[in-house]
């Protein structure tokens, strides 16, 4: 398949230069054609699946070393706390249900009456676990001013799932949960918890299909809008608004090192064009692992100010790791789109666990009701299935209704034991009055990895609050300058693509790690995950690298003795 795609792109490649009147007949021209299409190629294939190739290489490197697979961004810690208290609170629930009926196997519903004192009698304080979750409770209604009973039947129910989502967007008591979690982790201070509308999905990723789906749907976007990106990104998020057919056209809003991986003015100023309608940003970002800096989330106030009608999209899956960070969403609540997804903090990414996150007041709702009247029509008879105000329908309860291809709108929503492990996990965070210590924990973890790693390579720390240090950008043809010098640099560079250093680094060494290039980050870049392996891994990679450069080095030596005799 993969062999098919490379020979119809050579078949292009030859097409086209035959066109053109190239040369094609010369042996060395149909080389360099090859290698191009294979190029072409590997620029299509997106990171993942060249790392997946990678994978299997080295499984069976010649040094037969143990593999170190520094490639995805999966962590390799999980959260207990929030998994002893789903268990616990499930066996709870399932024992109200018994109360309510018990035959065999058989059993009833939780009945809210007096399920706030049941709880506190079948709790004892003296295990962590019920002891976590007396104070979970506790938080919720001293602090989220929450009925105990109301609390207590909804968490029941959710987690026995006897019961469709109702309301399906979001579960009542579980919003305003989720809404607290989100305004202390990613909000800076504003408060915006009591004004935010939540849907919980199946984790990030969903989210962003839906949130694309609708816009689309609701012609919010149309074919041959300008959408701006914030790159370097997460590849399967570059591919999202050509693959599914919106017809939208994107342009890039980069980010730099030279920036400090923040995005330059003149970047910035693309997004004062009106003619663009949407910015779609992962901060901080993915693979630079770098949040926007203060300055520039004021000047996204200012591109506001200019583009009134942008709709700004942001992906905040790794707002806990950066210090004091701030989320678009707190400085322009009334244009942004918020996701975000338990996934990595957490160690959830099986449990697909995420949400949308929009403001009571947003743009979004104001352009559908601006919108042509053909299009009014075109949606008032699109939604008039499942409401009998199509027109009154808020834009994320049309993202939950496309979620579910409109006519499901009834079974939609995320399944509730997930939304109620979702509020335990935020519950684990917000218990806590000064400092949460599974977040510290989890900061120091990839922090003392990246350390490592820039240490054994030699290379500079950025210890900045903005660096979530979850990831890290490595330049690799800037290491072998540094080390070997410029005209050993120069013949890498010559000698092997990006794609055969890698290819060598995992058939050779047994090291896995990312096509910098694959997420739009410059030639020359490897992406490395602090998440995945542990500390000591991290020297031993940085040893392995320096390893096939000594090699490389030995190669052009004997060149260079060969092309002197
Ligand atoms: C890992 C990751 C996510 C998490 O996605 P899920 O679907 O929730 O697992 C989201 N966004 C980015 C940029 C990521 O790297």
Redesign the pocket.
Known sequence: MKKKTAELVLLIFCITALLSGSGIAEGAGIITMQQEAEEQLQRELGAFEITANQREMAKANEAGYPVLDAGR?NPNWINTQARYAFTRFSDFATQECERDMSVGAMAGHAQKEGIGDRFDAAMNPENSTDAFLIAAVDYCVDALGLDKDSLLKELADAVIGDYYPSPSRCLPCTEVILNAYLQSTLYHGADLAGETMVFPT???????VYIFDALSHNRLLRAGDQIAIGTP??TP?MQIPSVKNYGLVSIDVTSTEAENWDIAETELAKLEDPSVKAFFL?NPS?PASHALSEHTLRRLVQVIEKNPDLIILT?D??GTFSENFRTVYSVLPYNTIL?Y????LYGV?GW???LIAMNQNNVCDRLLGELPEEDREFLRNEYAIVTSEPDEMLFIDRVVADSRSIGLYHTSGLSTPSQVFMALMSLTHLIHAEEDPYIRLANETVHARYTALMTALSLPADDSDQNAQYYTLVDVLALAESHYGTDFAAWLTESRTEIDFLNDLAGKKGVVLMYGPGFSAPEGTVRISLANLNEEDYVEIARRLFELLEDYAVEYEQEAMKDAA
């Open positions: 961004g199946e984790g990030g990723s969903a989210a962003m990104i997460f998020y992962v993915n992906d899956v790794y996701v997804s338990f996934s990595k990414t697909r666990t995420g």
